[in-house]
């Protein structure tokens, strides 16, 4: 559940929400609620009541504390980390099993050690670090918007000096602290080592998900409202329609196709099976659709190819040999 803000509508409104979907879908179907929420709204009786329906809470920060005070205040004009921070750690606290993690948007321009340890201090279980919303016709902040035209690849530095600080404190981990769960990293070395990965940032597994929104119509992923005003539109609600015929909508189908949706740059890409072209919506490009390059390419490749010298450096260290996707990168980390 996402806004806005969803918890203006009140806990037990969610809960109530969360409880009507259980009674409807199918026996067979397992329903995993989350929250999406700022935080600022939280108490120990709001979690409470979302805890009794098995509803979990994810947070969203925009960045970590010196970022969120400068782009995120109270109607008051005050900055909102204060109140933020109280609601995380009360998860942390009291309700760690209803507490989902951290997503939070990458901004380049930040100190990305300084940030990454600034979410720490919130223990989330996981984090999610997300590349703005863009495309080649809108390109995101500090991104050119032609692949001849690119200068360093700001995001993807970013992204690698937060993967090496998660990776020192990753592989010094003991019993007694882990270090939080960060999906996108994960996942890449999970694509790197031959195995499955569960995101639309990465790889080539279809992916399935629609949003039905507030008044019941039935939408592909709403990061296509990024591209433009109705490209999330199916024509299609919950009243008239059923989940199955959303599967079946052409832009909901052309996610499910791998590197046959792919353009023919991204197909002869040796990064292929890892990047699997990014985020769909970064794709776009006016009068061209989506079979194109990321506009985070360049960001991609130099994420994907860091972490693949830090596995075939774990693996020379311990003797091991070296991962599968990574023998197509080796030697070359920058």
């Known amino acids: 559940m996402h806004g806005g803000e969803p918890l203006l509508a009140g806990a037990h409104t969610l809960a109530r929400f969360a409880a009507d979907v259980r009674r ?13 929420t700022n935080a600022t709204l939280l108490t120990e009786r709001r979690i409470a009541v979302l805890a009794r329906q098995g509803i979990r809470v994810g947070i969203s920060l925009d960045g970590g504390r010196a970022d969120h ?20 750690r009360l998860l942390a606290d009291r309700f760690p099993e209803s507490y989902a993690g951290i997503l939070t948007v990458v901004d380049p321009t930040t100190d990305p050690v300084e940030l990454y340890e600034s979410l720490l201090e919130l223990r989330p279980p996981a984090l999610d670090l ?15 918007a032609t692949l001849t035209d690119r200068g360093r690849a ?13 990776w020192r404190g990753s592989r010094q981990e003991t019993g007694a602290r882990k270090e939080t769960r960060v999906r996108l990293f994960e996942e890449c070395i999970a694509l790197l080592l031959g195995l499955p990965a569960g995101t639309e940032s990465l790889g080539l597994a279809p992916f399935d998900a629609v949003v039905v929104e507030t008044d019941g119509s039935i939408e592909q992923v709403d990061s296509l ?3 433009a005003a109705g490209a ?8 008239q329609h059923s989940f199955d015929d959303a599967l079946r909508h052409p832009g909901v189908a052309a996610r499910q196709a791998g590197a ?6 991204c197909r002869a890409c040796p990064l292929v099976s890892v990047c699997g072209g990014g985020h769909y919506a970064h794709r776009y490009r006016a009068g061209h659709g989506f079979a194109n390059p990321s506009v985070y390419c360049a960001d991609l490749q130099r994420f994907i190819r860091h972490v693949a010298a830090r596995l075939v450096e774990a693996a020379d260290a ?16 920058r």
Do not use: E, M
Request: proline share 10%; charged share 15%.
């Open 232 to 239: 999330s539109r199916t024509g299609f609600d919950v009243f």
């Open 130 to 144: 997300l590349l703005p919303h863009g495309n080649w016709s809108a390109p995101p902040p500090h991104v050119a």
């Open 318 to 333: 311990s003797g091991a040999a070296v991962p599968v996707g990574t023998r197509l990168t080796r030697g070359d980390s």
């Open 260 to 265: 046959a949706a792919l353009g023919a740059r």
């Open 69 to 88: 005070n400068a782009q995120r205040v109270d109607h008051a004009g005050r900055p909102s980390w204060p109140a933020a921070v109280r609601g995380a």
């Open 24 to 36: 409807v879908v199918p026996g067979s179907c397992v329903v995993h609620p989350i929250v999406q």
């Open 154 to 166: 700001l995001y993807g530095d970013w992204l690698c000096a937060v993967f090496d600080r998660w």
């Open 225 to 227: 409202k990024s591209v």
